[in-house]
Antibody
Framework: EVQLLESGGTLVQPGGSLRLSCAAS????????MSWVRQAPGKGLEWVST????????YYADSVKGRFTISRDNSKNTLYLQMNSLRAEDTAVYYC????????????WGQGTLVTVSS | EIVLTQSPGTLSLSPGERATLSCRAS???????LAWYQQKPGQAPRLLIF???RRATGIPDRFSGSGSGTDFTLTISRLEPEDFAVYYC?????????FGPGTKVDIK
């Protein structure tokens, strides 16, 4: 059974930094692209970033490009999201999700971790 | 960027009724890259449909997806109490992935 467990969410001040982690189990981690999707309180889903299985290619939403960095450690079966220059509008639950390219869909999701950006 | 619009915003129905949810794209999306998700309060989204019409593992056959080009539909043939939730469509036809704003299906 595929399990994804996010951690690292907390309260951080505007302009601060935070690194989220997602520990994966039940799959050959290096074979699959992984993504981060966020959801602001009471709002809809917003795709944040995707990384290929090898880590060789990364993709970002315009709203986080230049501030967030997605990475992975396939030896540890762990996905990361480094978030810098955080803004109030980055406040959200951050989900990690396994991505399938074709057909395109997120088939497994973690339970999410809450990031709150506030002074 | 492809923008997805979902309608209606809220659908109020009774258990046993049929629900028809619409997802419209600002430009053509390959059917291979259109998916639907269900989300209940306090839970992560759950994949329902991928490739526009293929049910994910374990999804009951009362859920079906259809459509092509810019117009896609999620149909729930007979609403069960556990189906009252928010439903999102999502496309990945470009290197930017986008979700629709969601349709809330609530109990009438």
């Amino acid at each position: 059974e595929v399990q994804l467990l996010e951690s690292g969410g907390t309260l951080v001040q505007p302009g601060g930094s935070l690194r989220l982690s997602c520990a994966a189990s039940g799959l050959t981690f290096s074979s699959y692209a992984m993504s981060w999707v966020r959801q602001a309180p009471g709002k809809g889903l917003e795709w944040v970033s995707t990384i290929t299985g090898s880590g060789g290619s990364t993709y970002y939403a315009d709203s986080v490009k230049g501030r967030f960095t997605i990475s992975r450690d396939n030896s540890k079966n762990t996905l990361y999201l480094q978030m810098n220059s955080l803004r109030a509008e980055d406040t959200a639950v951050y989900y990690c999700a396994k991505w399938n390219w074709n057909p395109g869909h997120f088939d497994y999701w973690g339970q999410g971790t809450l990031v709150t950006v506030s002074s | 960027e492809i923008v997805l619009t979902q309608s209606p915003g809220t659908l109020s129905l009774s258990p046993g009724e049929r629900a028809t949810l619409s997802c419209r794209a600002s430009q053509s999306v390959s059917s291979s890259y259109l998916a639907w998700y269900q989300q209940k309060p306090g839970q992560a989204p759950r994949l329902l449909i991928f490739g526009a019409s293929r049910r994910a593992t374990g999804i009951p056959d009362r859920f079906s997806g259809s459509g092509s080009g810019t117009d896609f539909t999620l149909t729930i043939s007979r609403l069960e109490p556990e189906d009252f939730a928010v439903y999102y469509c999502q496309q990945s036809g470009s290197s930017l992935f986008t979700f629709g704003p969601g349709t809330k299906v609530d109990i009438k």
